[in-house]
Structure formats: structure tokens, C-alpha cells
């Protein structure tokens, strides 16, 4: 009870705000290596993760807390800040400490920011599949998902019906939603494959080595993933 989101966010920041603070003190004790490298670290750290995805979970509380629905653009917008910054950043920092070229950070860091939006969108749909206490969490949180947007805007009384659940959202609920919304479901999956799709073109471009390989099979892991929904939605 005492750790709820807002206090969870609050105590993120003071770690981001402890981190950024040795990071500096290293800096300017000489204690680091690459001491540039080291700021641009820190500048793409805040500026291109902690700033982005801070926003995109503060929009989802707002929403989260109203009963109208923002644009199907607000909320795709909102699903790529959550995941695919950090994404990116992380692959663009491994480039960064590889002495990699700036060409191959640059693609490595559309990379990560393609393949991060697929994995949030699958993420997303996940929710709507699992099979256990916290399947449709989303739905019982009235969390403004693309998908319940989409589900909102085809039919905004059915989805209504849902949603006035709340918690009290069963499993067989969140069966029949799948079900009378399966064109959605569908819709979205075929965005994180146009996605997934986007990364690999990117990593295409860099040399071979060991992280690729992983990479890759984390590739085939959400391909595989988005197969098994849309078997299951079929």
C-alpha cells in the first residue's frame, strides 16, 4: 500500500537524480575513461528516455482517470513512449561503448525504437491472452489502450459495458472481448509486424556479432508470439 504509482514514480526519480549525480561527481574527479562520452550518456539518458517515457505515463494516468477516450493517435502515441525510448537508448548505448561508428549507433537506435514499439503493442495484446489472475488488467484498470480505443470507437456501448465492470472483469469477459473485437486484435499485431519488420531492416545494416544473435532471437520470439495470438484469434 504505501508503494502506489505515484510514490513508485517519485522514488524513480530520486534514483534517476542519485545516478545522474555520480555520474557527475565522476566526471569531474577524472574518474572515468571517456568523460564526453560519459555526458552524452547522460544527455541521451534524460532527454531521450527519462523525459519521454516520464510523459507517456503521466498521459496514461490522465486518461486512466477520465472516462473519455483520448485519439487513436494519443494513445499509439503514448504506447510508443513507454517501451520503445528506453529500446533504443539501450541499443544505441551498446553502440556507444563498442566505439561502433556513428552510422551503426544511428541504426541501432531506430532499431531498438522500432523493435520497442512491437514489443509494447504485443505487450499490450498479451494482456487479453494469458491465462491467469491478471489476464484483462488492462480492461479492469480502463487502461486507454489502442485496443480499447479501436473496441470504444466500433462500438462505444458494448465496449462501455466492459469497461463499467471494472475489477469484477472475468475471464470469460475478457474471452468475448477478444472475440467481438478480433478485426482490432488483428489490426494491431499487423502493426508490430510492420514494425518488427522496420527493426530488422536496420539491423540488417550492422556487422555480425554476438548481441545481433541475440537480438535476432528475440526477433523470432515476438514472431512466434504474434503467430500464437493470431491463431488464437482465428
Known amino acids: 500500500e504505501k508503494w502506489d504509482i505515484p510514490s513508485a514514480i517519485v522514488g524513480g526519480d530520486i534514483l534517476h537524480s542519485i545516478i545522474h549525480g555520480h555520474i557527475l561527481r565522476s566526471i569531474e574527479q577524472d574518474r572515468i575513461k571517456y568523460p ?20 507517456s505515463v503521466i498521459d496514461e494516468m490522465f ?3 477520465q472516462d473519455d477516450m483520448p485519439s487513436l493517435d494519443q494513445s499509439l502515441e503514448i504506447t510508443a513512449g513507454k517501451t520503445a525510448p528506453l529500446f533504443a537508448f539501450s541499443a544505441a548505448a551498446g553502440s556507444y561503448l563498442a566505439n561502433q561508428s556513428q552510422a551503426i549507433t544511428d541504426d541501432m ?10 514489443f509494447q503493442l504485443i505487450d499490450d495484446v498479451s494482456d487479453y491472452f494469458t491465462n491467469n489472475k491478471d489476464t484483462g488488467g488492462d480492461l479492469k484498470e480502463d487502461k486507454k489502450t489502442p485496443i480499447l480505443v479501436m473496441a470504444n470507437k466500433k462500438d462505444p456501448i458494448l465496449t462501455n459495458e466492459f469497461r463499467k465492470k ?3 472483469v472475468t475471464s470469460e469477459d475478457v474471452t468475448n472481448f477478444r472475440s467481438i473485437f478480433r478485426a482490432e486484435f488483428t489490426q494491431i499485431l499487423t502493426w508490430a509486424r510492420k514494425e518488427l519488420t522496420s527493426a530488422q531492416q536496420y ?9 545481433k544473435e541475440l537480438i535476432v532471437s528475440f526477433f ?4 512466434l508470439q504474434i503467430k500464437e495470438f493470431e491463431s488464437q484469434l482465428n
Open 63 to 65: 486518461w486512466a482517470k
Open 109 to 118: 537506435f531506430k532499431m531498438g525504437k522500432h523493435l520497442g514499439y512491437a
Open 166 to 168: 471494472n475489477g469484477e
Open 203 to 211: 539491423l540488417d545494416k550492422v556487422p555480425p556479432n554476438q548481441g
Open 36 to 55: 564526453q562520452l560519459s555526458i552524452q550518456f547522460l544527455r541521451d539518458l534524460i532527454y531521450m528516455v527519462e523525459l519521454k517515457i516520464g510523459s
Open 220 to 223: 523470432s520470439l515476438l514472431k
